[in-house]
Protein backbone atom coordinates (compact mmCIF):
# COMPACT_ATOMS: atom_id res chain seq x y z
CA UNK A 1 0.00 0.00 0.00
CA UNK A 2 1.49 3.43 -0.97
CA UNK A 3 0.34 6.32 1.29
CA UNK A 4 -2.84 8.93 1.27
CA UNK A 5 -2.83 12.01 1.20
CA UNK A 6 -6.05 14.66 1.98
CA UNK A 7 -6.38 17.89 0.76
CA UNK A 8 -9.35 20.46 1.73
CA UNK A 9 -11.52 22.24 -0.47
CA UNK A 10 -11.84 25.85 0.91
CA UNK A 11 -13.21 29.29 -0.30
CA UNK A 12 -16.98 28.38 -1.63
CA UNK A 13 -19.32 30.71 -1.53
CA UNK A 14 -22.68 29.96 0.44
CA UNK A 15 -23.85 27.59 -1.32
CA UNK A 16 -28.29 28.28 -2.45
CA UNK A 17 -30.62 26.41 -4.16
CA UNK A 18 -30.06 25.42 -7.60
CA UNK A 19 -26.20 26.53 -7.49
CA UNK A 20 -24.00 24.34 -9.63
CA UNK A 21 -22.07 22.18 -6.95
CA UNK A 22 -19.90 20.30 -9.49
CA UNK A 23 -18.83 23.86 -11.15
CA UNK A 24 -18.22 25.54 -7.32
CA UNK A 25 -16.05 22.19 -6.59
CA UNK A 26 -14.16 22.55 -9.72
CA UNK A 27 -12.80 25.82 -8.88
CA UNK A 28 -12.09 25.20 -5.63
CA UNK A 29 -10.00 22.39 -6.71
CA UNK A 30 -8.34 24.44 -9.14
CA UNK A 31 -7.23 27.17 -7.00
CA UNK A 32 -6.03 24.10 -4.05
CA UNK A 33 -3.88 23.19 -7.18
CA UNK A 34 -6.28 19.63 -7.08
CA UNK A 35 -6.42 17.99 -10.05
CA UNK A 36 -10.17 15.54 -9.59
CA UNK A 37 -8.49 12.41 -10.64
CA UNK A 38 -8.12 8.91 -9.72
CA UNK A 39 -9.27 10.07 -6.15
CA UNK A 40 -12.61 10.52 -4.02
CA UNK A 41 -14.02 14.01 -3.24
CA UNK A 42 -15.97 13.72 0.03
CA UNK A 43 -18.29 16.57 0.21
CA UNK A 44 -19.98 17.56 3.31
CA UNK A 45 -24.03 16.67 3.44
CA UNK A 46 -25.16 20.35 3.89
CA UNK A 47 -23.76 22.05 0.93
CA UNK A 48 -25.69 19.27 -0.68
CA UNK A 49 -28.26 19.83 0.79
CA UNK A 50 -28.49 23.36 0.17
CA UNK A 51 -27.90 23.41 -3.75
CA UNK A 52 -30.97 21.16 -3.57
CA UNK A 53 -33.22 22.85 -1.67
CA UNK A 54 -33.35 20.60 1.11
CA UNK A 55 -34.35 23.55 3.50
CA UNK A 56 -37.05 25.04 5.85
CA UNK A 57 -37.70 28.15 7.29
CA UNK A 58 -38.90 27.52 10.73
CA UNK A 59 -41.18 30.53 10.31
CA UNK A 60 -43.36 28.25 7.87
CA UNK A 61 -43.09 25.57 10.59
CA UNK A 62 -46.84 24.70 12.03
CA UNK A 63 -45.74 22.23 15.35
CA UNK A 64 -47.66 19.75 15.41
CA UNK A 65 -49.00 18.74 19.78
CA UNK A 66 -46.52 15.81 19.56
CA UNK A 67 -43.52 18.27 18.59
CA UNK A 68 -44.46 20.87 20.93
CA UNK A 69 -44.72 17.92 23.80
CA UNK A 70 -41.06 17.04 22.95
CA UNK A 71 -39.78 20.69 22.09
CA UNK A 72 -41.22 21.45 26.14
CA UNK A 73 -39.47 18.02 27.48
CA UNK A 74 -36.17 18.52 25.32
CA UNK A 75 -36.14 22.11 25.97
CA UNK A 76 -36.03 22.51 22.22
CA UNK A 77 -37.38 24.51 18.91
CA UNK A 78 -40.88 23.62 18.40
CA UNK A 79 -40.61 24.00 14.98
CA UNK A 80 -37.26 22.59 14.66
CA UNK A 81 -38.91 19.06 16.25
CA UNK A 82 -41.59 19.44 13.74
CA UNK A 83 -39.31 19.37 11.24
CA UNK A 84 -37.91 16.10 12.77
CA UNK A 85 -41.08 14.36 13.11
CA UNK A 86 -41.96 14.87 9.83
CA UNK A 87 -38.41 13.42 8.48
CA UNK A 88 -38.42 10.38 10.86
CA UNK A 89 -40.16 7.22 9.98
CA UNK A 90 -39.67 6.57 13.65
CA UNK A 91 -38.27 7.45 17.09
CA UNK A 92 -35.54 4.80 18.31
CA UNK A 93 -34.24 6.59 21.57
CA UNK A 94 -35.43 9.76 23.51
CA UNK A 95 -33.34 11.17 26.30
CA UNK A 96 -30.83 13.39 27.89
CA UNK A 97 -32.05 15.92 25.55
CA UNK A 98 -31.20 13.67 21.88
CA UNK A 99 -34.14 12.04 20.02
CA UNK A 100 -32.26 9.87 17.88
CA UNK A 101 -34.64 8.56 14.90
CA UNK A 102 -34.74 6.22 11.83
CA UNK A 103 -34.82 8.30 8.53
CA UNK A 104 -36.84 7.56 6.00
CA UNK A 105 -33.26 6.78 4.46
CA UNK A 106 -32.82 4.20 7.15
CA UNK A 107 -29.91 6.41 8.37
CA UNK A 108 -30.12 5.94 12.56
CA UNK A 109 -28.92 9.72 13.67
CA UNK A 110 -29.90 12.40 16.08
CA UNK A 111 -33.23 14.40 14.90
CA UNK A 112 -33.39 12.58 11.98
CA UNK A 113 -30.64 14.43 10.27
CA UNK A 114 -32.42 17.80 10.78
CA UNK A 115 -29.62 20.58 11.71
CA UNK A 116 -29.67 24.27 12.72
CA UNK A 117 -26.02 25.01 12.13
CA UNK A 118 -24.32 26.17 9.22
CA UNK A 119 -27.88 26.96 7.66
CA UNK A 120 -27.62 30.08 5.74
CA UNK A 121 -30.40 32.47 7.73
CA UNK A 122 -30.74 32.36 11.11
CA UNK A 123 -33.91 29.88 11.28
CA UNK A 124 -33.31 27.54 8.92
CA UNK A 125 -33.24 24.17 9.05
CA UNK A 126 -31.69 21.54 6.70
CA UNK A 127 -32.50 18.28 5.83
CA UNK A 128 -30.75 15.41 4.30
CA UNK A 129 -30.94 15.15 1.03
CA UNK A 130 -33.96 12.76 -0.44
CA UNK A 131 -31.57 10.38 -2.17
CA UNK A 132 -27.97 10.79 -0.99
CA UNK A 133 -26.78 7.86 -3.33
CA UNK A 134 -28.71 9.62 -6.09
CA UNK A 135 -27.12 13.46 -5.28
CA UNK A 136 -23.58 11.78 -4.93
CA UNK A 137 -23.96 10.11 -8.33
CA UNK A 138 -25.46 13.44 -10.11
CA UNK A 139 -22.40 15.17 -8.87
CA UNK A 140 -20.44 12.75 -10.11
CA UNK A 141 -21.85 13.14 -13.68
CA UNK A 142 -21.18 16.80 -13.39
CA UNK A 143 -17.67 16.49 -12.75
CA UNK A 144 -17.42 13.98 -15.24
CA UNK A 145 -18.63 16.03 -17.52
CA UNK A 146 -16.38 18.91 -16.49
CA UNK A 147 -13.38 16.82 -17.50
CA UNK A 148 -12.66 15.21 -14.04
CA UNK A 149 -12.24 11.55 -13.36
CA UNK A 150 -12.03 8.77 -12.68
CA UNK A 151 -13.37 9.73 -9.32
CA UNK A 152 -15.57 8.48 -6.45
CA UNK A 153 -18.06 10.88 -4.77
CA UNK A 154 -19.18 10.53 -1.20
CA UNK A 155 -21.77 12.18 0.68
CA UNK A 156 -21.29 13.02 3.90
CA UNK A 157 -22.34 13.60 7.84
CA UNK A 158 -21.49 13.82 11.32
CA UNK A 159 -23.10 10.92 13.52
CA UNK A 160 -22.87 10.56 16.88
CA UNK A 161 -22.51 6.70 18.18
CA UNK A 162 -23.79 4.63 20.84
CA UNK A 163 -21.21 3.37 23.56
CA UNK A 164 -18.92 5.99 22.41
CA UNK A 165 -18.65 9.89 22.94
CA UNK A 166 -17.80 12.05 19.98
CA UNK A 167 -19.15 12.32 16.82
CA UNK A 168 -17.43 10.60 13.56
CA UNK A 169 -18.02 11.51 10.00
CA UNK A 170 -20.09 9.05 7.88
CA UNK A 171 -21.22 8.49 4.31
CA UNK A 172 -24.86 8.81 3.65
CA UNK A 173 -24.19 8.62 -0.49
CA UNK A 174 -22.03 7.32 -2.53
CA UNK A 175 -20.69 7.22 -6.25
CA UNK A 176 -18.20 5.42 -8.27
CA UNK A 177 -16.90 3.32 -5.71
CA UNK A 178 -17.41 0.18 -3.29
CA UNK A 179 -18.60 1.21 -0.37
CA UNK A 180 -17.54 -2.19 1.81
CA UNK A 181 -14.27 -3.91 1.27
CA UNK A 182 -15.51 -7.67 1.36
CA UNK A 183 -12.52 -9.82 1.83
CA UNK A 184 -14.19 -12.92 3.45
CA UNK A 185 -12.82 -16.02 1.72
CA UNK A 186 -9.49 -14.56 1.89
CA UNK A 187 -6.51 -14.78 3.67
CA UNK A 188 -4.83 -12.96 6.62
CA UNK A 189 -0.62 -12.68 6.98
CA UNK A 190 -0.23 -15.85 7.71
CA UNK A 191 -2.52 -17.64 5.44
CA UNK A 192 -5.99 -18.03 7.85
CA UNK A 193 -8.72 -18.21 6.17
CA UNK A 194 -10.33 -14.31 7.13
CA UNK A 195 -13.95 -14.82 8.81
CA UNK A 196 -15.80 -11.68 9.18
CA UNK A 197 -13.45 -9.02 7.08
CA UNK A 198 -15.62 -7.03 5.29
CA UNK A 199 -14.49 -3.00 6.09
CA UNK A 200 -16.64 0.04 5.63
CA UNK A 201 -14.13 1.58 3.17
CA UNK A 202 -16.50 4.22 2.95
CA UNK A 203 -16.81 5.69 6.05
CA UNK A 204 -12.99 5.27 6.58
CA UNK A 205 -13.28 7.76 4.02
CA UNK A 206 -15.59 10.11 5.25
CA UNK A 207 -14.00 9.82 8.86
CA UNK A 208 -10.91 10.38 7.12
CA UNK A 209 -12.47 13.72 5.35
CA UNK A 210 -13.66 14.76 8.17
CA UNK A 211 -10.26 15.55 9.89
CA UNK A 212 -10.13 18.41 7.98
CA UNK A 213 -13.91 19.36 8.27
CA UNK A 214 -15.16 20.52 11.47
CA UNK A 215 -18.22 22.49 11.86
CA UNK A 216 -16.42 25.91 12.35
CA UNK A 217 -13.25 25.61 9.17
CA UNK A 218 -15.66 26.55 6.32
CA UNK A 219 -14.25 23.48 4.37
CA UNK A 220 -17.35 21.69 2.45
CA UNK A 221 -15.16 19.18 0.74
CA UNK A 222 -11.76 17.12 0.84
CA UNK A 223 -9.75 15.65 -1.82
CA UNK A 224 -8.57 11.87 -1.10
CA UNK A 225 -5.86 10.60 -3.30
CA UNK A 226 -4.15 7.38 -3.27
CA UNK A 227 -7.01 5.56 -2.99
CA UNK A 228 -9.23 3.22 -5.59
CA UNK A 229 -11.90 1.82 -4.36
CA UNK A 230 -13.24 1.97 -7.66
CA UNK A 231 -17.01 0.22 -8.26
CA UNK A 232 -20.41 0.75 -8.60
CA UNK A 233 -21.83 0.48 -5.04
CA UNK A 234 -24.82 2.28 -3.62
CA UNK A 235 -24.43 3.35 0.29
CA UNK A 236 -27.74 2.29 0.85
CA UNK A 237 -27.07 -1.27 0.29
CA UNK A 238 -24.25 -1.14 3.60
CA UNK A 239 -27.40 -0.38 5.94
CA UNK A 240 -28.46 -3.34 7.44
CA UNK A 241 -31.18 -5.50 7.08
CA UNK A 242 -33.58 -4.66 10.05
CA UNK A 243 -34.52 -7.84 9.96
CA UNK A 244 -30.98 -9.11 10.91
CA UNK A 245 -29.77 -5.83 12.75
CA UNK A 246 -29.25 -6.56 16.41
CA UNK A 247 -29.83 -2.97 18.03
CA UNK A 248 -33.41 -2.40 16.48
CA UNK B 1 -6.42 23.80 7.16
CA UNK B 2 -3.51 22.19 5.54
CA UNK B 3 -3.05 18.84 4.11
CA UNK B 4 -2.95 15.39 5.73
CA UNK B 5 -0.79 12.30 4.64
CA UNK B 6 -1.49 8.76 5.74
CA UNK B 7 1.87 6.97 5.15
CA UNK B 8 1.81 2.92 5.70
CA UNK B 9 4.54 1.30 8.00
CA UNK B 10 5.33 -2.37 6.49
CA UNK B 11 8.03 -4.87 7.19
CA UNK B 12 7.44 -5.55 10.86
CA UNK B 13 8.85 -9.21 11.60
CA UNK B 14 6.03 -11.10 13.53
CA UNK B 15 5.60 -9.82 17.30
CA UNK B 16 6.27 -12.06 20.13
CA UNK B 17 5.99 -11.47 23.79
CA UNK B 18 8.45 -9.05 24.94
CA UNK B 19 9.59 -7.52 21.75
CA UNK B 20 10.65 -4.27 21.90
CA UNK B 21 7.59 -2.27 19.69
CA UNK B 22 8.97 1.07 19.74
CA UNK B 23 12.60 -0.40 18.21
CA UNK B 24 10.66 -2.32 15.11
CA UNK B 25 8.72 0.82 14.75
CA UNK B 26 11.35 3.31 14.98
CA UNK B 27 13.32 0.72 12.09
CA UNK B 28 10.28 0.56 9.80
CA UNK B 29 9.43 4.18 9.92
CA UNK B 30 13.21 4.80 8.67
CA UNK B 31 13.28 2.24 6.23
CA UNK B 32 9.82 3.95 4.90
CA UNK B 33 11.77 7.33 5.04
CA UNK B 34 9.79 8.81 7.68
CA UNK B 35 10.46 10.79 10.51
CA UNK B 36 8.15 10.49 13.73
CA UNK B 37 7.78 13.39 14.63
CA UNK B 38 4.84 15.79 14.75
CA UNK B 39 2.42 13.51 13.94
CA UNK B 40 0.19 10.61 15.04
CA UNK B 41 1.15 7.22 14.80
CA UNK B 42 -1.68 4.42 14.73
CA UNK B 43 -0.82 0.68 15.83
CA UNK B 44 -3.26 -2.18 15.23
CA UNK B 45 -4.43 -3.44 18.47
CA UNK B 46 -2.75 -7.17 17.35
CA UNK B 47 0.81 -6.33 17.56
CA UNK B 48 0.44 -4.53 21.28
CA UNK B 49 -1.44 -7.27 22.37
CA UNK B 50 1.39 -9.56 20.77
CA UNK B 51 4.11 -7.72 22.54
CA UNK B 52 2.33 -7.29 25.72
CA UNK B 53 1.62 -11.73 26.01
CA UNK B 54 -2.40 -11.60 25.88
CA UNK B 55 -2.02 -14.56 23.71
CA UNK B 56 -3.85 -17.63 24.98
CA UNK B 57 -3.08 -21.12 22.94
CA UNK B 58 -6.54 -22.77 22.65
CA UNK B 59 -5.25 -26.26 23.57
CA UNK B 60 -4.64 -25.41 26.89
CA UNK B 61 -8.46 -23.79 27.42
CA UNK B 62 -11.22 -26.18 29.37
CA UNK B 63 -14.67 -24.58 28.09
CA UNK B 64 -17.23 -24.05 30.45
CA UNK B 65 -20.57 -25.22 29.83
CA UNK B 66 -22.00 -22.23 28.91
CA UNK B 67 -18.93 -21.86 26.53
CA UNK B 68 -19.87 -25.43 25.16
CA UNK B 69 -23.73 -23.91 24.62
CA UNK B 70 -22.93 -20.87 22.98
CA UNK B 71 -20.09 -22.46 20.56
CA UNK B 72 -22.55 -25.39 19.23
CA UNK B 73 -25.50 -22.51 19.07
CA UNK B 74 -23.04 -20.78 16.75
CA UNK B 75 -20.54 -23.36 15.39
CA UNK B 76 -17.77 -21.97 16.81
CA UNK B 77 -14.81 -23.14 18.61
CA UNK B 78 -15.79 -23.74 22.30
CA UNK B 79 -12.44 -22.91 23.30
CA UNK B 80 -12.39 -19.77 21.52
CA UNK B 81 -15.96 -18.68 23.45
CA UNK B 82 -14.93 -19.71 26.37
CA UNK B 83 -11.68 -17.09 26.05
CA UNK B 84 -14.48 -14.68 25.20
CA UNK B 85 -16.99 -15.21 28.19
CA UNK B 86 -13.68 -14.71 29.83
CA UNK B 87 -12.58 -11.32 28.55
CA UNK B 88 -16.72 -10.15 28.53
CA UNK B 89 -18.21 -8.53 31.41
CA UNK B 90 -21.84 -8.47 29.72
CA UNK B 91 -23.50 -10.49 26.93
CA UNK B 92 -24.69 -7.35 24.94
CA UNK B 93 -26.32 -9.05 22.10
CA UNK B 94 -26.76 -12.67 20.84
CA UNK B 95 -27.16 -13.47 17.64
CA UNK B 96 -27.01 -14.46 14.10
CA UNK B 97 -24.01 -16.57 14.98
CA UNK B 98 -22.33 -12.72 16.75
CA UNK B 99 -21.69 -12.37 20.08
CA UNK B 100 -21.86 -8.60 21.32
CA UNK B 101 -19.91 -8.26 24.40
CA UNK B 102 -19.17 -5.35 26.67
CA UNK B 103 -15.57 -6.22 27.81
CA UNK B 104 -13.52 -5.06 30.89
CA UNK B 105 -12.43 -1.83 29.40
CA UNK B 106 -16.49 -0.66 28.66
CA UNK B 107 -15.82 -1.69 24.74
CA UNK B 108 -18.84 -3.10 22.69
CA UNK B 109 -17.50 -5.43 20.11
CA UNK B 110 -17.70 -8.86 18.96
CA UNK B 111 -16.34 -11.46 20.82
CA UNK B 112 -14.72 -9.01 23.15
CA UNK B 113 -12.17 -8.39 21.02
CA UNK B 114 -11.00 -11.78 21.30
CA UNK B 115 -9.85 -12.80 17.51
CA UNK B 116 -8.47 -15.71 15.85
CA UNK B 117 -7.31 -13.99 12.69
CA UNK B 118 -3.73 -13.06 12.41
CA UNK B 119 -1.99 -15.17 15.06
CA UNK B 120 1.69 -16.21 15.15
CA UNK B 121 0.59 -19.54 14.96
CA UNK B 122 -2.73 -21.55 14.31
CA UNK B 123 -5.02 -22.01 17.39
CA UNK B 124 -4.46 -19.48 19.33
CA UNK B 125 -6.42 -16.14 20.41
CA UNK B 126 -5.58 -12.65 20.97
CA UNK B 127 -7.10 -10.40 23.19
CA UNK B 128 -6.96 -6.97 23.85
CA UNK B 129 -4.55 -5.50 25.65
CA UNK B 130 -5.09 -4.67 29.48
CA UNK B 131 -5.07 -1.64 29.43
CA UNK B 132 -4.53 0.11 25.95
CA UNK B 133 -4.32 3.74 26.75
CA UNK B 134 -1.59 2.44 29.25
CA UNK B 135 0.15 0.49 26.08
CA UNK B 136 -0.37 3.62 23.51
CA UNK B 137 1.50 5.34 26.87
CA UNK B 138 4.46 2.94 27.38
CA UNK B 139 5.20 2.71 23.05
CA UNK B 140 4.62 6.64 23.62
CA UNK B 141 7.35 7.67 26.13
CA UNK B 142 9.79 4.51 24.46
CA UNK B 143 9.42 6.33 21.42
CA UNK B 144 9.89 9.49 22.46
CA UNK B 145 13.43 7.89 24.84
CA UNK B 146 14.63 6.86 21.24
CA UNK B 147 14.48 10.50 19.54
CA UNK B 148 10.96 10.63 18.09
CA UNK B 149 8.00 13.46 18.76
CA UNK B 150 6.38 15.54 19.46
CA UNK B 151 3.75 12.44 18.54
CA UNK B 152 0.74 10.95 19.66
CA UNK B 153 -0.08 7.20 20.15
CA UNK B 154 -3.07 5.59 19.20
CA UNK B 155 -3.62 2.05 19.41
CA UNK B 156 -6.67 0.91 17.16
CA UNK B 157 -8.82 -2.17 16.41
CA UNK B 158 -11.77 -2.44 13.80
CA UNK B 159 -15.45 -3.16 15.03
CA UNK B 160 -18.48 -3.41 13.78
CA UNK B 161 -21.57 -1.00 14.21
CA UNK B 162 -24.93 -1.07 14.77
CA UNK B 163 -27.34 -0.37 11.78
CA UNK B 164 -24.92 -0.70 9.25
CA UNK B 165 -22.83 -3.01 7.59
CA UNK B 166 -18.70 -3.32 7.72
CA UNK B 167 -16.03 -2.67 9.97
CA UNK B 168 -14.50 0.73 11.07
CA UNK B 169 -11.41 1.39 13.07
CA UNK B 170 -11.08 2.59 16.15
CA UNK B 171 -8.94 4.06 18.68
CA UNK B 172 -8.76 1.16 22.18
CA UNK B 173 -6.29 3.55 24.01
CA UNK B 174 -4.30 6.84 23.42
CA UNK B 175 -1.55 8.71 24.23
CA UNK B 176 0.06 12.38 23.27
CA UNK B 177 -3.16 13.23 22.30
CA UNK B 178 -6.80 14.84 22.67
CA UNK B 179 -9.10 12.17 21.81
CA UNK B 180 -12.36 14.50 21.42
CA UNK B 181 -11.88 17.95 19.94
CA UNK B 182 -14.09 19.66 21.91
CA UNK B 183 -15.86 22.88 19.91
CA UNK B 184 -18.95 23.35 21.84
CA UNK B 185 -19.10 27.02 22.91
CA UNK B 186 -17.77 27.63 19.32
CA UNK B 187 -19.30 29.19 16.58
CA UNK B 188 -20.35 27.91 12.79
CA UNK B 189 -18.92 29.51 9.77
CA UNK B 190 -22.08 31.83 10.13
CA UNK B 191 -21.42 32.89 13.85
CA UNK B 192 -24.18 30.75 14.90
CA UNK B 193 -23.22 28.94 18.26
CA UNK B 194 -23.17 25.55 18.54
CA UNK B 195 -24.96 23.00 19.99
CA UNK B 196 -23.23 19.33 19.59
CA UNK B 197 -19.93 19.60 18.30
CA UNK B 198 -17.74 17.35 19.98
CA UNK B 199 -15.74 15.46 17.20
CA UNK B 200 -13.99 12.05 18.37
CA UNK B 201 -10.54 12.68 16.47
CA UNK B 202 -8.96 10.20 17.70
CA UNK B 203 -11.34 7.34 15.78
CA UNK B 204 -11.48 9.66 12.27
CA UNK B 205 -7.29 8.83 13.11
CA UNK B 206 -8.21 5.11 13.30
CA UNK B 207 -10.27 4.95 10.91
CA UNK B 208 -8.14 7.03 8.44
CA UNK B 209 -5.50 5.02 9.14
CA UNK B 210 -7.72 1.60 8.94
CA UNK B 211 -7.67 2.44 5.01
CA UNK B 212 -4.40 1.30 4.89
CA UNK B 213 -4.40 -1.59 6.81
CA UNK B 214 -6.75 -4.12 5.38
CA UNK B 215 -6.01 -7.37 7.07
CA UNK B 216 -4.58 -9.39 4.74
CA UNK B 217 -1.69 -6.54 3.85
CA UNK B 218 0.28 -7.26 6.76
CA UNK B 219 0.85 -3.20 7.86
CA UNK B 220 0.25 -2.96 11.38
CA UNK B 221 0.94 0.90 11.94
CA UNK B 222 0.04 4.52 9.92
CA UNK B 223 2.23 7.55 10.27
CA UNK B 224 -0.50 10.27 10.06
CA UNK B 225 1.01 14.05 9.62
CA UNK B 226 -0.42 17.03 9.12
CA UNK B 227 -2.71 16.93 12.14
CA UNK B 228 -1.44 18.17 15.76
CA UNK B 229 -4.53 17.24 18.62
CA UNK B 230 -1.84 17.53 21.46
CA UNK B 231 -2.53 16.90 24.57
CA UNK B 232 -2.86 14.38 26.99
CA UNK B 233 -6.66 12.89 27.17
CA UNK B 234 -7.06 9.19 27.37
CA UNK B 235 -9.45 7.16 25.22
CA UNK B 236 -10.94 5.55 28.35
CA UNK B 237 -12.66 9.05 29.18
CA UNK B 238 -14.52 8.69 25.89
CA UNK B 239 -16.59 6.04 26.41
CA UNK B 240 -20.09 7.02 27.38
CA UNK B 241 -21.25 6.83 30.85
CA UNK B 242 -23.99 3.84 30.96
CA UNK B 243 -25.93 5.81 33.18
CA UNK B 244 -26.70 8.32 29.94
CA UNK B 245 -26.36 5.64 27.53
CA UNK B 246 -29.39 5.68 25.39
CA UNK B 247 -27.85 1.67 24.06
CA UNK B 248 -26.65 -0.23 26.97
Redesign the interface.
Known amino acids: ?8 L ?1 GLPAVHEGHDLAALLTTAAREAGIELREGVLVVCQKIVSKAEGRVVALASVEPSPQALAIAREHERDPRHMEVVLREATRIV ?4 G ?1 L ?1 CETRH ?3 C ?1 NAGVD ?5 E ?1 DQAILLPEDPDASAARLRESLLAGGAGPLGVIVSD ?1 F ?11 ALGCAGLT ?3 D ?1 RG ?5 G ?1 P ?12 A ?2 A ?3 M ?6 PAVWVS ?2 APWGEGRLA ?4 DPE ?5
Chains 1, 2 share one sequence.
Do not use: Y
Open positions: MSAISLVPARRGNVIGFVALSNANATGRPWREGLVDVPIDRGRDWSRLEVTATATVDQLAAGLLPKDAGIGVETLRTDLFR
